[in-house]
């Protein structure tokens, strides 16, 4: 055991270091994408559709597409379906067995709409839904996706598709053998199922190595890969997890942006490299058109990023990039992933708002949150004991500083084992929470995917009886090192599995906790601190049989859909769940928030919070925020001020950090910086009444709560890459201090429709108005980050701030009324009962206000 345990610590010193790249992989390094990006754009691609296949059904077609350099048949099949949208899927004809499909992420089957088709004389089909057509193009194969007459999205327009078909592996039989007719030409006759290709010829192909682990690949090859062209565009985003830019970099020359849901201790910024979520999901952006297209594959994948006038890492050319005429070259997109099928959505728009709103129709919204989710979190790893918890809860209360949630990390437990405490230090959990909800706050504790291997452990014992692990590919239980030590993982992608996860949090089993006690599900990408590239080995076997590899970007959702399922039914369906995962999908917004995991103390940090929660925000993950301060390394004064103002206007708004830094709660700064703090919370607590209608709105329409300016600016191309300010709603303009050190910063008011005209704005803290579009230098001081309330809106707010969301149910609303040019204003609020699921049978008052000829109405 100390061997074990000093091995950890080496691991865990390296680990928390600053990251290591050479323990991830590059392109080159993973073989599928080496493959994928070999394919010439210059060469004829030899997919081509045989049209006297095609098949007719009320809201779809069938038609085979040969690949004529192997003579493998593929089906491909193209539904209509409501709201804008279209669904393709190309899978094999005759596989040896079948392949992966996502089934998990879909907020439920998509509601189809009949289609008319023709054929047209140049040889191809036209398949019409609505006022939009497919057109699939015989050869070389293609589809173009027009919205009206406006072709917005191309399939396949660059020739990169690849579709690597299942095969047996060739056995290599010497010359001699072959033509003596002996045993060697009986297994050449038994063995080969398909002509070697040059898929066969990678050495990565039928097993790989990385570092000094092995992946047995025993299906060979089978990587799916294809372009999509945006002809209207001028800017691509989305695919989040990414510490970069919300406008995406091309990246022939470098590194594609990968998505494989990995552990990255104190990742870099500026990189395409991948961390905890994968949401492959994105769109293309120009003046007259956004679009979008949803690839749904589990497996790593890998998307290169093609934009002829757009230049990496050098803000002139960004900008002379946005304010250039129409390129010649549109971007384009090539997705490579290493199994599964091709299987995408294609959103036609034609706004930003209805692309990303017919995204939502197909993921799902998040669901409304309870009140004091809203409200302001502090955490770190960890809080020693009763005591520690009892003292922090009382000084903010002392100090007067609102909070709502007290966080434990995995210190509480007894040795990392979940779903119990450490005696010593917790031993008396009950009246620890009581303590916390009789003043209206709330306990958070953590439970990750592993499973300590320890006889004495129920959870442990239970999952090695009913066979409840993963496996690995020899069929026993995989072990790998995390907290623990040695550890196993649930296998949640058996319903058993996640039945028995989810009986664990009810009350009575897990008798030391309440129906308030909420969840952080963390390490679930999953992270093995042995494993390849700190993850799970792609051999390894689920429920199914399928491989690892199919699933690997699914194991968080899964993991969390459980922990979702639990706590519905320990409160008896009647309270919202609140659960924070790091790992994350397409959908996994349904379940949980998120947040952008293992950060740092730097100004760089700060700025990358608004980046990537603007690309997770469009992309479904509205309730999304990063660890204030930085999780690593300790924040200076201002560094501390400045993020805590900036946090206050994000959706998810926790305080976080490493067992390693100094605490920081907000009473141990000077006077100053505590000032400072305590304004910046009790600002975010008068903006709930906001907040919370947001998020209903958000469930009700699957509008993004926090926006790009893109969203309600289209038409003004200083907008597309701006990714340092963002509205919430179509209310709030906010403007983060980002920089150390500056009195002054610049903020952009965005055009209405292209003209030098800009909507009227108001500062939220002195109504001073602003109504020319463009930029403007703004001072500010300690207390100031520029926010602004559009013109022609109602803000709701409470002015009453108490010490916890909880307690200002019954607190009046004040409006906010900011006239626009014609001396009028709407606005909405949303009331319930903050915490229950009864809204969703009418128990809610959701009014519509309206200021108009000096006269405050609502509806």
């Excluded at 230049?311 to 199994?339: C, G, L, T």
């Excluded at 036609?348 to 809203?374: C, I, K, N, R, V």
């Excluded at 201002?638 to 830094?661: K, N």
């Excluded at 009195?743 to 020319?772: C, L, N, Q």
Aim: hydrophobic share 35%.
């Amino acid at each position: 055991m100390r061997f074990l345990l000093l091995g950890l610590l080496g691991l865990l010193i390296t680990l928390t270091g600053s990251v290591d790249k050479n323990n991830f992989k590059t392109c080159d390094q993973s073989s599928f994408c080496r493959r994928c990006r070999k394919v010439d754009p210059g060469i004829p691609s030899p997919y081509e559709v045989q049209l006297d296949t095609l098949k007719t059904f009320p809201d779809h077609i069938t038609v085979d597409v040969l690949n004529k350099n192997n003579e493998q048949v593929f089906n491909l099949k193209v539904v209509g379906l409501k709201g804008n949208k279209f669904h393709v899927e190309v899978d094999e004809k005759s596989p040896l067995k079948p392949r992966y499909r996502v089934v998990d992420a879909l907020i439920a089957p998509p509601v189809t709409e009949n289609v008319s088709v023709t054929k047209e004389e140049e040889g191809s089909v036209v398949v019409k839904c609505g006022e939009n057509r497919a057109v699939v193009v015989a050869s070389p194969f293609r589809i173009d996706f027009f919205h009206g007459e406006v072709l917005v999205v191309s399939a396949n327009a660059k020739g990169l598709m690849k579709f690597e078909h299942l095969r047996k592996k060739s056995v290599p039989v010497p010359a001699e053998a072959a033509e003596e007719g002996g045993e060697g030409a009986a297994a050449a006759e038994n063995e080969v199922e398909n002509p070697q290709t040059n898929e066969d010829d990678d050495p990565g192909a039928w097993e790989e190595n990385f570092k000094s682990h092995h992946d047995s690949k025993p299906n060979g090859p089978e990587a799916v890969a294809l372009d999509f062209t945006f002809p209207q565009a001028e800017v691509l985003f989305g695919i989040p997890e990414h510490a970069d830019s919300f406008a995406l970099k091309p990246t022939l020359g470098s590194e594609p942006y990968r998505l494989y849901n990995l552990d990255v201790f104190e990742y870099e910024l500026d990189s395409p490299m991948a961390l905890y979520g994968s949401v492959p999901v994105i769109y293309g952006h120009g003046e007259g058109n956004t679009a979008g297209v949803y690839w749904q594959n589990a497996a790593e994948t890998w998307v290169d990023v093609y934009n002829s006038n757009a230049k990496k890492n050098v803000m002139s050319s960004i900008v002379n990039f946005v304010s250039r005429s129409r390129q010649a070259d549109p971007p384009a997109a090539h997705f490579m992933s290493e199994s599964g099928i091709m299987d995408y959505y294609v959103l036609l728009g034609p706004t930003p708002m209805e692309t990303f709103t017919q995204y939502a129709d197909l993921t799902g919204p998040a669901p409304l949150p309870q009140m004091f989710a809203l409200g302001y979190h502090q955490s770190r790893w960890n809080y020693n004991d009763e005591a520690d918890v009892a003292g922090v809860h009382d000084k903010f209360d002392e100090h007067d500083i609102p909070m709502d949630t007290i966080w434990l990390d995995i210190e509480y437990t007894d040795a990392k084992k979940y779903f119990t405490w450490d005696g010593h230090k917790f031993p008396h959990p009950l009246e620890m929470i009581r303590n916390l909800t009789e003043r209206g706050r709330h306990l958070t504790i953590i439970i990750d995917p592993h499973i300590k291997r320890d006889g004495g452990y129920f959870f442990h014992n239970d999952c090695t009886d009913r066979g409840y692990y993963v496996k690995n590919k020899d069929g026993r239980d995989y072990e790998g090192w995390c907290w623990p030590g040695a550890a196993s993982y649930a296998d949640f992608f058996s319903p058993d599995v996640r039945q028995y996860y989810a009986d664990q949090y009810q009350l009575d089993k897990f008798d030391t906790t309440t129906a308030d006690v909420m969840l952080w599900n963390d390490m679930n990408e999953p992270s093995v601190f042995n494993g390849p590239e700190v993850t799970m080995l792609k051999d390894n076997i689920h429920f199914g049989g399928w491989e690892h590899r199919d699933v690997h970007n699914l194991y968080g959702h899964m993991h969390v859909l459980g922990t979702f399922e639990g706590l519905v039914r320990r409160s008896g369906g009647v309270q919202r769940p609140f659960i924070l995962t790091r790992g994350h999908f397409a959908g996994t917004q349904r379940y949980a928030a998120i947040w952008t995991g293992d950060n740092t103390a730097e100004w760089g940090h700060l700025q990358a919070s608004i980046k990537m929660c603007l690309s997770e925000s469009v992309a479904g993950f509205s309730f999304c925020g990063a660890d204030v301060g930085g999780f690593f390394g300790n924040p200076d004064a201002e560094l501390f001020e400045r993020w805590y103002q900036a946090a206050a206007f994000q959706p998810f708004f926790r305080a976080h950090s490493h067992i390693d830094t100094r605490r920081r709660e907000p009473w141990l700064w000077p006077e100053a910086t505590m000032l400072v703090v305590r304004d910046a919370l009790r600002c975010r607590y008068s903006y709930l009444p906001f907040w919370y209608t947001l998020f209903y709105e958000h469930e009700r329409t699957g509008r993004p709560v926090m926006r790009p300016l893109l969203t309600h600016y289209p038409l003004d191309k200083e907008t597309f890459t701006i990714d340092y300010e963002y509205l919430l709603g179509d209310i709030l303009l906010v403007r983060p201090v980002l920089q150390q050190g500056v009195s002054k910063v610049d903020v952009y008011f965005p055009a209405v429709d292209g003209k030098k005209e800009g909507d009227m704005w108001y500062d939220v803290d002195d109504h001073r108005k602003i109504t020319a579009a463009g930029f403007e230098s703004v001072p500010v001081d300690n207390y100031k980050i520029p926010v602004y309330q559009r013109g022609g809106t109602i803000l709701t707010k409470k002015e009453r701030v108490r010490r916890a969301a909880t307690l200002m149910a019954n607190d009046p609303v004040t409006f906010v009324v900011a006239l626009d040019k014609e001396h009028s204003a709407r606005g909405t609020l949303y009331v319930d009962d903050e915490k229950t699921f009864e809204y969703r049978k009418g128990k809610y008052i959701y009014l519509n206000l309206e200021f108009k000829e000096n006269v405050l109405s609502c509806r």
